[in-house]
Structure formats: structure tokens, C-alpha cells
């Protein structure tokens, strides 16, 4: 099917691992997004990209990277994780309406 | 600053009953959404409304929206434990970039 697509489903990392979560669509979706959901807050943008080769900041950027070197493919990057980054993140693109991955649960302990 | 404020942020409701999700935000926006999330589950796009006035319905869910008041509803007629879930309402303003804002979500809880 189309549509988003998030690897991993789950991770455990601990305090300072690295690790780069993956999102690729299949819609020719210009505009990808990695937003993070926590308990209470609902979802915060974490960075976005309008195109290849371009990121932006979004609402909650610190601690993270992103890179956007083919158009279908968006990582996000934790270069040192912290507990603070446990969190569900979710993965999103947009052409006239936004189409959300499953989501990765990422736990750092 | 764009901010987008839900309430309640959680509803108990019996089976059958009527209730209404309320949803304000900030700043003119170009369009509203509307989403449900199971537990566990991503998001599962339910409405999209585009213009003053917009009022769009699927079962026993109806979403409005007033540009003017800066305010979306999302009206529950009826409802049923299936309902049972977390719905958010998202902001898009298009500027230079197309993103959403989201609130915080109110989480429903139908009973029997």
C-alpha cells in the first residue's frame, strides 16, 4: 500500500547511544515531517524538510538532526541520547493532506 | 506564536449521550483537521475543513468550523464505545512552509 513508511517499530537505547530512525513515503510528497508525541502534549514538530535537500527547525529541534538527501527518504538522527528523548515518534508527509507512518517507540534508558 | 487549545482534555461519556470536543486556535489558518488515535495506533485522518462555515460529517461524528471565532467543534451524536479513543484537532497555515499545530488532544471515553 502507499503511504508512509517508519523503520524501526521499537527501540531501546541507552543514555548517549546514537541511533537514525527512517521514514520513506511513496507519494512524491514533497514535504516530510518528524513530529514526537509525548503523554498530555500531543504532537510537537520536531524538524521538517519542503523539498530535497532542504531541513528546517520546528517546534522542538534540541537534541536532534535530519537529512533529506533523496526525496522519498527522511532520517532523523539522536547523536546522544538522553531520557528526556523517550518519546512515540511519528513521521508524516503532505501533498494536500498529511499521511502519518505507524510510529516509532523509542525508549532510552 | 500559533497555539491550538483543546477541551475537555478528557470526556467521560455514556453510551447514547451527545457531547461536544471544542477546539480554539490563535491565528487566521488556511485549514483544520481533525484526527482520532487508538491506543498505540497512529493517526487516522477524519475531517478537513477548509472554509468559514465548513461543516463535514461522517456517522456519528460532525465537525464545524468558524474562521471568525477561530473555533472547530467536533460534535458526537449518539455515542457508541467504538468512538472510545483520542481526537486532536491540527492547525496548517501556509507560508513558507505548510506544518501542522496540534493540541493536545481530548481523550474519549465511552461507557456502556
Known amino acids: 500500500n502507499a503511504g508512509v513508511t517508519q523503520t524501526p517499530k521499537f527501540r531501546v537505547l541507552k543514555t548517549g547511544q546514537s541511533m537514525t530512525l527512517l521514514c520513506a513515503q511513496d507519494m512524491n510528497h514533497e514535504y516530510m515531517y518528524w513530529y514526537r508525541q509525548d503523554p498530555g502534549m500531543g504532537l510537537r514538530l520536531i524538524h521538517y524538510s519542503v523539498g530535497e535537500g532542504t531541513t528546517a527547525k520546528g517546534e522542538v529541534p534540541d537534541g536532534y538532526n535530519v537529512s533529506r538527501l533523496k526525496k522519498q527518504n527522511f532520517l532523523l538522527g539522536l547523536e546522544s541520547a538522553a531520557p528526556s528523548q523517550t518519546s512515540v515518534y511519528f513521521c508524516a508527509s503532505s501533498g494536500f493532506g498529511y499521511t502519518f507512518g505507524s510510529g516509532t517507540r523509542l525508549t532510552v534508558v | 506564536e500559533l497555539k491550538v487549545e483543546q477541551n475537555p482534555l478528557f470526556l467521560s461519556m455514556q453510551e447514547g449521550k451527545n457531547y461536544t470536543i471544542y477546539c480554539n486556535y490563535s491565528t487566521t489558518s488556511d485549514r483544520l483537521y481533525w484526527y482520532r488515535q487508538d491506543p498505540g495506533k497512529s493517526l487516522e485522518s477524519l475531517f478537513v475543513?477548509?472554509?468559514?462555515?465548513a461543516v463535514k460529517q461522517e456517522g456519528r461524528l460532525m465537525a464545524s468550523l468558524d474562521t471568525k471565532a477561530r473555533l472547530s467543534t467536533l460534535h458526537i451524536t449518539a455515542a457508541v464505545h467504538d468512538l472510545s479513543a483520542t481526537y486532536f484537532c491540527?492547525?496548517?497555515?501556509?507560508?513558507?512552509?505548510?506544518?501542522?499545530?496540534f493540541g493536545t488532544g481530548t481523550r474519549l471515553q465511552v461507557t456502556l
Open positions: 491540527a492547525v496548517d497555515i501556509t507560508g513558507t512552509a505548510s506544518k501542522l499545530t
Open positions: 475543513l477548509l472554509s468559514n462555515g
